[in-house]
């Protein structure tokens, strides 16, 4: 076994580890999306109108983000929360 010098007793590391790595998706905080019935929920915005679209969702990523996989296109605004 061969001993990196640089690497001493008592050493720590931060390190990122990357699973996956997708390009060109869509992706919006996970607390948008809800589930209803078995079924993953995202509620639109449009003009005035609010719509409940359901969506697929993939791989979840940092900060409670989440790739929609199917449901709703870029652009779309998802929201988030309703005060009730």
């Given at each position: 076994?061969n001993?990196?010098?640089?690497?001493?007793s008592?050493?720590?590391a931060?390190?990122?580890?990357e699973?996956?790595?997708?390009?060109?998706?869509?992706?919006?905080?996970?607390?948008?999306?809800?589930?209803r019935?078995?079924?993953?929920?995202?509620?639109?915005?449009?003009?005035?109108?609010?719509?409940?679209?359901?969506?697929?969702?993939?791989?979840?990523?940092?900060?409670?983000?989440?790739?929609?996989?199917?449901?709703?296109?870029?652009?779309?605004?998802?929201?988030?929360?309703?005060?009730?």
């Amino acid at each position: 076994v061969n001993q990196d010098d640089r690497i001493k007793s008592g050493m720590t590391a931060n390190i990122d580890i990357e699973t996956d790595s997708r390009e060109n998706i869509v992706i919006i905080p996970n607390r948008a999306v809800v589930s209803r019935d078995g079924e993953k929920i995202v509620r639109v915005l449009s003009g005035d109108t609010v719509s409940e679209v359901p969506v697929s969702i993939g791989i979840k990523g940092v900060g409670g983000l989440v790739e929609i996989v199917q449901g709703i296109s870029e652009g779309e605004q998802v929201i988030v929360f309703i005060n009730e």
